[in-house]
C-alpha cells in the first residue's frame, strides 16, 4: 500500500467536503440574509419569500451532499484504486 497515494486521497476527500460545506453555508447565510430583508422592506410578501428561501436552501445543501458523496467515493470507491494497486 503507497502511503502516498493513500495520504492524497484523504485530502482529497477532506477537501471536497471541506469546500463542499463552506461554499454551502456562505450561499446559505447570503440567502437567509436577503429573505430577512426582503420580510423587513415588504412584510406582506412572506409566504413567497419563505417558500423561495426554503427551495434555495434545499438547493444549497444539495452541494453539501454532492461533496460528502464525493469523499464517500474516494474513501471507500475509488475507481483508482485498483490502478494504485491498493
Request: charge should be positive; aromatic fraction near 12%; hydrophobic fraction near 70%.
Given at each position: 500500500m503507497d502511503k502516498l497515494s493513500l495520504a492524497l486521497i484523504c485530502i482529497?476527500?477532506?477537501?471536497?467536503?471541506?469546500?463542499a460545506g463552506f461554499g454551502a453555508g456562505i450561499g446559505m447565510g447570503n440567502g437567509l440574509r436577503g429573505a430577512c430583508d426582503g420580510v423587513a422592506r415588504n412584510p406582506e410578501a412572506k409566504g413567497a419569500i419563505t417558500t423561495t428561501m426554503i427551495l434555495g436552501m434545499a438547493l444549497c445543501e444539495s452541494i453539501a451532499i454532492y461533496g460528502?458523496?464525493?469523499?464517500?467515493?474516494?474513501?471507500?470507491?475509488?475507481?483508482?484504486?485498483?490502478?494504485?494497486g491498493l
Open positions: 482529497g476527500a477532506a477537501l471536497s467536503i471541506g469546500l460528502l458523496v464525493i469523499a464517500f467515493i474516494l474513501l471507500y470507491a475509488n475507481p483508482f484504486k485498483a490502478a494504485l
